[in-house]
Structures are given as structure tokens and as C-alpha cells.
């Protein structure tokens, strides 16, 4: 018998209380007057009347109550023996690591070694299945007798690029024992990275079912370089200013000198020598980058030095669109020049030559060729030309970027144009004695907003748009909406309830209007989407609708990803290969995707073995290494905690009956 939590036995020091209690309520004298004491003789009385315990029935109640509460917290548990059933009842699963980290000094082809001869060692006409796992688990045989079938399935197993997960083969094995209602002899062949335990140990719980048996394919920790992370633009539309950082860590290794190389398209464009310190990072930085239109294939490699364990990390690749700017159509009345000033003048500011603005007027704004646009900024127009607005709307359906500012003129129209949502009505509020709004709620997760909340900004006058099937990124602190997001096809749609002049609200004039203005405009041409670099499993937005049209995946090796179902159909892709995919979305726009493995697969560090003998210990307890045999035990432990808090309740129940029996008997001697 044990306790789980120990340090709470010290609550047995109140068993004194009750004891206290009794002795104290003893002592007990009633005053009487009496004239004169001087007849009386002096004398001592005995106080060994007063130590004398009564009711002791009752103080036995109270002193087990106590007794078992502290019991209760303390979780007793004792440990059973139970018979191991015969090897054959048992499923016997054989799971093998096939993550990244595997593949450095041959670990999978020890695993595969190990797993073969456990395979060839296991019981007659045992059933026996083969998992492999990395960042999800993958069944490569259903439960099966048939040995050639298990051995070519060993066999099979390939290094992957994931990142192994054992909280994801805990939740496996759960899921197994429930459904295969059998005993489960689990053999685990990985290098027993620390990388790979869940951040809560509660996650590595196993079955009672379930023998967990580790094979560690890994001797020692060993040491290795990586390159971790590489800071690129997305796009680069002046090649002088473009600047890449590439961050190189020493993983369990000692200091080295490194030469750093810069690749686009397999052509070295510079190289940096680097002083690694042991166990740390160091930061290379390249400033220019000299890349072909269109779409590149960046890389940062580490070249000389002593070698490491893990060389298929000493590679980082990006990708990198060189660009001109994009165009922006800004269409606005005759006389709100305010707005263009001031959206011209934070669009050129912050994006660095990316967006080049042509404006027109709503007037005018009729047989234009929207495809060569990014985005269009509709700025408080009235009126539109149905055709325009017609043209407009088809441009936003396939994939095109709309930024709409509404404001008095706006507010006239029963719908707001191509948002196609009711206008309610006008908010006014005054520009003194603070009774202006400002805004309240803001969903700073979003893209377009995560420059940070618009602090101190004062808005005058808003229109009040139902939103519908709009999502509300921000509202004003009366609950208008002050900006909407739609999706209508494969477009996006940004609608900002006030102006962009400094008439409506002073919002050009506080320093979150530019970040604001630059995140819009990248968020609508789908640039905020395509980071440099992604990681091994990660997934990537095909189409926002089903049925728009067919995608189009190559994968590093250059063959096609999709089925010609998963063409029309899929919305996302997973990332499967480190290397660059080849991607025509359903929105006609073009991409190249670099993909690399998680860098924690690079730290070879190993668990500690403590923390993988509790691992063990969550289910049956693990057989001799000559293996199980029918006929022997194993140990499972039982908690009690909840037997002895019901116990404490009924000793509660008893101890309440005796203390009204003994106040009713004190009540009628008095």
C-alpha cells in the first residue's frame, strides 16, 4: 500500500482537536453565592477528575472522521497481481519512428533491424500489426497473422520528413485498445528524442491493457548544426533593399566556424563566415538579392566545418517572387481628393514600391481593365455605373481584392455596392466634450489588423451596415461595425464603415493608419498568405468555395499531388515533402512553396529515462526481457481515495446521530 500524495498525513496532527475538545468541555463549575468563607478549609482539589474522557463513543466518531478525511486526500492506493494471459491473446503492435530525426546515423535501418527480429521472435499464431509514426500515426497492416505480410510491411517503412509526436502514438494505442478489446504488447522503435514529448505528461497516459516496450535505436545525444530559421521578403520589388537573416544553431554541440552560402535558383549569390558558439545561435545577414522575375528558389546552406549527425538540415529553403509593383485602382467622387492624398501617401510609405495607385473618378470609372489591378478601393462613391459595378463584382468573384470606404455618399444607397449589404443608417457624434466614438472590440488576429488596435483614434461619423453574411473584425464603442469582411468567390472584400479623409474621423493622422493601409492591401492581394517558408505538415488554402475551378499541385518531385476529384474539390493541401511545391490555386494565382522540416527534429537531445519509465509505468507494467510467459503477474495499481471518502461520509452520518443523542441526554439532565 502506498499514497500518492504523502504530504498531506500531516493532517493527522488535528486528531489532537476532538481529544481537546472533550477534555476542555469537562471543566465546568456553576457560581453560587454564600455569605462567608472564613469556616471553610483550605484544600486542593483533584483535577484528575477533569482528565477523564466521557462520551467515548463519540469521540472515536470524530477522531476516525478526521482520520479518514486526511486519508481520503492523501490517495491510498495498493498494488494487485494479475495473471498474464498467454502470449497469443495479446496484439501484438510494432510501431517504428519514421520522423526527420531518423535518419541521422542510421536509426531507421536499426529500427527496422530490431522490429524484424522481434517480429521473428513472437508467439505461434499471434496476431500482430505494424504502425508507423511521425507527426500522425499510419497504420501499414490491419491486425494479421500472416508474417511475410508484416515483414514486407517493416520492410516498406521509409524516413519521412514530420516531426514525431509520442502524445499522438499515446492517443493511438488508447483508441486501439478500445476497439480491438484485447491486450496490447507494444514495441516502440525510435531514437527517444525529448522533442517529441507532449508538452503535459497526462498525454502519454496508456490503457491497463497496454504494455508499453521501448527499443531506443539512439546510444547517446549527439551533436549537430542547423541551420533554424531564415527571415526572406515574400516578394521583392527593388532588389537592392531586399535583406535576408538566416539564424544557425549549435544543437548539443560545441563551438565551430561555419562558411554561410546564399543560393536563388542553384546559383551562389555570396557566402558569410559565421562563429557558431557552443549551444547558442548565431545571426548571418545578406543584403540584396539578385532573382529573376517570376518566382525563385532560395536556399541558405551551411558548408565546411566538422560534420554533424543530421546533414539534410544544413539547408533552408525559401521562396521569393520578384515583382514589379502592383497596381491599385482607387475610384472616388470628384471632390474627395482628401482620401486619395492620404491613401497614396501610406501606401508608398510603408510598402516600399509595392503598389503603384491609378485614380478615377465614379463617373468615369467605366470600360476598365480590372485584371491588371491587385485591389480596387471604392472611397465613399455614390452612384456607380451598373456595368462598372457588374465588372466589378466579377473581377472580386475571380480572386480580385476590394477596399471599400464608406461614407455620407454611401450612406444615401439602400446597399452597400458589391458588399451587398442594407445601410441602416448614419452615426454622428460630436467633435467636443469628448463625445466622439472610438473603437472598441478588434479582432487583432486578423491579418488586416495585426499592426495592433487603434488606440486614441476619434470617429465622428460612421454608417450603420447590417452585417449579415459579413464577419465583424472591429466595432465602435456604441457597437457599430467600423470594418467587415466578406468573401464573394475567391475575392476578398474589406469594408470600412467611415472615411479615409480626416472629415469623418482622424484616423490619417495617428500613426496605425499606414501599418493599416499596408496590411489591407496585402491581405486582398493574397500576399499575406504565402510566408517565405513553411513548415513539414503544415497546410495551404487551395480555394475558398468548392466548384470555383480546379487546382493544380506539383510536389518536389514534380508530379501531380492531386487526384482529379481532389483537383475540383479540395480546399486545403497538406505539406508532406521538405522541398518546393508547385501550386496554381482556384483564384488563377500562381505559387511556389518552400517547404522545410521542423527545426526541433534537429535537437537530438534525448528524453530522460525517468520521465520514459513513467511513460512505461501508465499502463501494465512492461514483461522480462526473455518476454512474457503464461502463468506470471503483473502489477496494477488500484486507487482507494474514493472507497475512503465514502467511508468517511457514513462515519460523518454516525458521528451527527451520537452528538444529538448526547445533547437531548444533556438537555434532560438540566
Not at 456553576?30 to 477523564?52: A, D, G, V, Y
Not at 517529441?196 to 548544426?225: C, K, M, W
Not at 514534380?558 to 496554381?584: C, M, N, V
Not at 486507487?639 to 468517511?648: G, P, Q, S
Request: charged fraction near 20%; proline fraction near 5%.
Amino acid at each position: 500500500m502506498g499514497f500518492l500524495a504523502p504530504w498531506f498525513l500531516v493532517g493527522l496532527a488535528t486528531l489532537g482537536l476532538p481529544v481537546w475538545l472533550h477534555l476542555l468541555r469537562q471543566h465546568k463549575t456553576t457560581p453560587k453565592h454564600f455569605s462567608s468563607l472564613m469556616f471553610f478549609e483550605r484544600r486542593t482539589q483533584s483535577s484528575i477528575k477533569h482528565r477523564r474522557l466521557k462520551y467515548l463513543l463519540l469521540l472515536a466518531a470524530r477522531l476516525l472522521l478526521l482520520l479518514l478525511l486526511v486519508l481520503a486526500f492523501a490517495s491510498p492506493f495498493i498494488r494487485t497481481s494479475t495473471p498474464v494471459a498467454a502470449s497469443s491473446n495479446s496484439l501484438l503492435v510494432l510501431t517504428i519512428d519514421n520522423s526527420y530525426s531518423m535518419r541521422a546515423d542510421k536509426r531507421l535501418e536499426r529500427a527496422k533491424q530490431q522490429a524484424a527480429s522481434v517480429l521473428a521472435s513472437r508467439a505461434p499464431r499471434q496476431q500482430a500489426q505494424v504502425l508507423a509514426i511521425g507527426a500522425t500515426a499510419t497504420a501499414l497492416t490491419q491486425p494479421t497473422v500472416e508474417g511475410n505480410e508484416l515483414k514486407a510491411a517493416v520492410e516498406s517503412i521509409q524516413p519521412g520528413d514530420s516531426r514525431s509526436s509520442y502524445g499522438e502514438l499515446a492517443r493511438l494505442l488508447r483508441s486501439l485498445e478500445q476497439t480491438s478489446r484485447q491486450p496490447l504488447e507494444v514495441h516502440f522503435f525510435s531514437d527517444m528524442q525529448k522533442t517529441s514529448l507532449p508538452p503535459a505528461f497526462v498525454d502519454l497516459r496508456l490503457g491497463d491493457a497496454t504494455r508499453l516496450i521501448l527499443h531506443s535505436v539512439a546510444e547517446q545525444t549527439q551533436a549537430n548544426y542547423a541551420v533554424e530559421n531564415v527571415t526572406a521578403p515574400r516578394s521583392v520589388f527593388d532588389p537592392k533593399k531586399a535583406r535576408i537573416q538566416a539564424v544557425i544553431a549549435a544543437y548539443q554541440a560545441p563551438a565551430a566556424q561555419r562558411t554561410v552560402s546564399l543560393l536563388i535558383n542553384g546559383r551562389l549569390l555570396g557566402s558569410k563566415t559565421v562563429d557558431i558558439p557552443e549551444n547558442g545561435r548565431a545571426t548571418v545577414e545578406f543584403l540584396g538579392l539578385d532573382a529573376n522575375y517570376g518566382f525563385n528558389r532560395g536556399e541558405v546552406k551551411l558548408d565546411g566545418g566538422p560534420a554533424d549527425a543530421l546533414a539534410g538540415d544544413d539547408s533552408f529553403f525559401f521562396a521569393v517572387e520578384r515583382a514589379d509593383p502592383r497596381r491599385v485602382l482607387f475610384v472616388h467622387e470628384a471632390r474627395g481628393q482628401r482620401s486619395l492624398l492620404y491613401f497614396r501617401a501610406a501606401l508608398e510609405a510603408a510598402a516600399e514600391g509595392a503598389f503603384l495607385i491609378d485614380s478615377v473618378t465614379s463617373e468615369s470609372a467605366t470600360g476598365i481593365d480590372l485584371s491588371k489591378y491587385g485591389f480596387v478601393v471604392l472611397s465613399d462613391t455614390g452612384n456607380l455605373a451598373p456595368a462598372f459595378e457588374k465588372t466589378l463584382r466579377d473581377y472580386v468573384r475571380a480572386g480580385g481584392g476590394l477596399f471599400i470606404a464608406a461614407g455620407p455618399s454611401m450612406a444615401a444607397r439602400q446597399k452597400v455596392p458589391v458588399f451587398e449589404e442594407s445601410v441602416k443608417e448614419s452615426r454622428y457624434a460630436a467633435r467636443a466634450a469628448e463625445r466622439f466614438l472610438v473603437a472598441g472590440s478588434m479582432d487583432v488576429n486578423h491579418p488586416a489588423l495585426r499592426a495592433g488596435r487603434w488606440d486614441n483614434v476619434k470617429f465622428y461619423q460612421a454608417i450603420r451596415v447590417e452585417p449579415g453574411q459579413a464577419r465583424t473584425l472591429a466595432r465602435l464603442s456604441d457597437d457599430t461595425p467600423l470594418l467587415l469582411e466578406k468573401r464573394l468567390g475567391e475575392g476578398r472584400i474589406l469594408l470600412l464603415t467611415s472615411t479615409l479623409d480626416n472629415i469623418s474621423n482622424d484616423f490619417p493622422l495617428h500613426a496605425c493608419f499606414v501599418p493599416f493601409v499596408e496590411q489591407a492591401g496585402r491581405y486582398l492581394t493574397g500576399s499575406e498568405v504565402r510566408p517565405a517558408s513553411y513548415l513539414v505538415d503544415s497546410y495551404v488554402e487551395l480555394r475558398s468555395e468548392q466548384g470555383a475551378s480546379t487546382v493544380e499541385v506539383l510536389d518536389p518531385r514534380g508530379k501531380r499531388a492531386l487526384s482529379l476529384e481532389q483537383a475540383a474539390r479540395a480546399r486545403s493541401f497538406p505539406l508532406t515533402e521538405i522541398g518546393f511545391y508547385d501550386i496554381a490555386r482556384a483564384n488563377g494565382r500562381h505559387e511556389l512553396v518552400a517547404v522545410n522540416a521542423d527545426r526541433k527534429e534537429s535537437d537530438l537531445e534525448l528524453a530522460p529515462r525517468e520521465t520514459l519509465e513513467l511513460w512505461q509505468g501508465t499502463g501494465a507494467q512492461p514483461p522480462p526481457a526473455a518476454g512474457p510467459s503464461a502463468g506470471q503477474t503483473t502489477k496494477h495499481q488500484t486507487n482507494l481515495w474514493w472507497y475512503v471518502l465514502v467511508a468517511a461520509v457514513l462515519v460523518a452520518l454516525l458521528e451527527s446521530l451520537l452528538a444529538s443523542q448526547h445533547l437531548s441526554f444533556n438537555k434532560e439532565s438540566a
